[in-house]
């Protein structure tokens, strides 16, 4: 008898176990339905935060707000019912409570946001600003302006408000998002240390990736107003700055072609290749500034433009013969692709 209550004492205090890790989640674990919600009530540690993302919630969401609602909404659908395992679960969780945690924090909203965006991933960062944008606060409005590059017409008094007080920032977006002010504000906007407007300088004449003449691309111009850029805003900084600039500094020694003029006398259309005319003009004639010239604005990719201007660049300078061949550089898949199949692009 006294084993069959022992055996009846185990028992109970099993179901006391199981009913306690049943209900350790924020819900009914009775109720479960999905793969994910199994996997949150199968394992302790994340149906601790499960419970902590309950309470994180709850904290951020005192003033009801419709877009942090269907953004939980959405996150349980989108991203916590995808994962397929806890490993996966308990990193979405943990970026989730600390998303919620910044919300209720009551830290600056722009700066909270700024460390979400390159942390924990860029929607979690905009979702902040957008449920405190719902109460028209003007940090958030500017953030999504600068971290984001959301176009609402909300953000235009902020950015006048921001310029007016000698934001290069907000000087430089309402010339060239908003088309507000002359187009000369951008390189205004470059020159006094906007690092938006002269990593859209860098990216317009020299880092956009297109193998034609259809931009009349000037990296020395680009490179110039880095420079000045640089100087009067010393913490001036973009990714892959340093490598970048290296190759602008190469770039601007051989000055900016004259697209127009090049291609009218050539008889060329802004379809052609520069790649390609740097190739048949190595073949042809001893022109190493040409060559270098042509380089630095031509390439479909980045790190094999980086290798064709750093070779054009040192034929340059010892003004020695070079025969360009794009293809030597080719690897990427498009590239190499056009240099295997003999295309009318082909560098």
């Known amino acids: 008898m006294k084993g069959i209550c022992s055996l009846c004492y185990l028992s109970a ?9 049943v209900n350790s989640a924020s819900f009914d674990c009775g109720k479960a339905r999905t793969h994910a919600e199994k996997m949150i009530c199968s394992e302790d540690n994340i149906s601790r ?10 904290a951020a969401n005192k003033l009801s707000s419709t877009s942090l609602k269907q953004g939980q909404r959405d996150w349980l659908k989108n991203t916590r019912n995808k994962c397929k395992t806890t490993s996966c679960l308990e990193k979405v969780y943990k970026e989730r409570v600390s998303m919620l945690d910044f919300i209720s924090a009551g830290d600056d909203i722009y700066k909270s946001a700024e460390k979400l965006k390159n942390s924990l991933g860029y929607s979690l960062g905009e979702e902040l600003l957008l449920r405190a944008a719902e109460k028209n606060d003007k940090r958030a409005l ?3 302006a600068l971290l984001f590059h959301k176009k609402r017409n909300d953000i235009i008094p902020v950015l006048k408000e921001e310029a007016s ?15 507000i002010g002359k187009n000369d504000k951008v390189y205004f906007a470059a020159e006094n240390g906007s690092a938006k407007a002269v990593k859209w300088l860098i990216d317009t004449h ?4 297109d193998d034609d003449f259809k931009l009349d691309k000037k990296p020395s111009l680009a490179y110039k107003y880095y420079l000045l850029g640089k100087k009067a805003n010393p913490d001036l900084t973009f990714y892959g700055e340093s490598e970048i600039v290296k190759e602008l500094a190469m770039c601007s020694e051989a000055g900016d072609l004259d697209t127009t003029s090049f291609l009218e006398s050539r ?11 740097a190739r048949l003009i190595s073949k042809k004639s001893h022109n190493p500034r040409l060559v270098l010239q042509l380089a630095c604005i031509g390439g479909d990719i980045p790190f094999e433009r980086r290798q064709a201007v750093t070779e054009s660049y040192r034929a340059f300078k010892n003004n020695k013969g070079f025969k360009f061949d794009g293809c ?10 056009l240099c295997a199949g003999n295309s009318s692009k082909t560098y």
């Open 13 to 21: 205090i099993s179901l006391v176990a199981v009913s306690l890790n």
């Open 206 to 209: 020299y880092y956009s990736v």
């Open 165 to 179: 007080k000698g934001d290069m920032d907000a000087v430089f977006l309402l010339a060239n998002k908003y088309a």
């Open 142 to 144: 500017y953030g999504l």
């Open 267 to 277: 008889k060329l259309t802004r379809e052609d290749s520069p790649w390609k005319q």
């Open 49 to 58: 935060l499960d419970r902590d993302l309950s309470s994180a919630y709850k």
């Open 328 to 337: 030597t550089y080719a690897q990427g898949s498009y590239s190499m692709g």
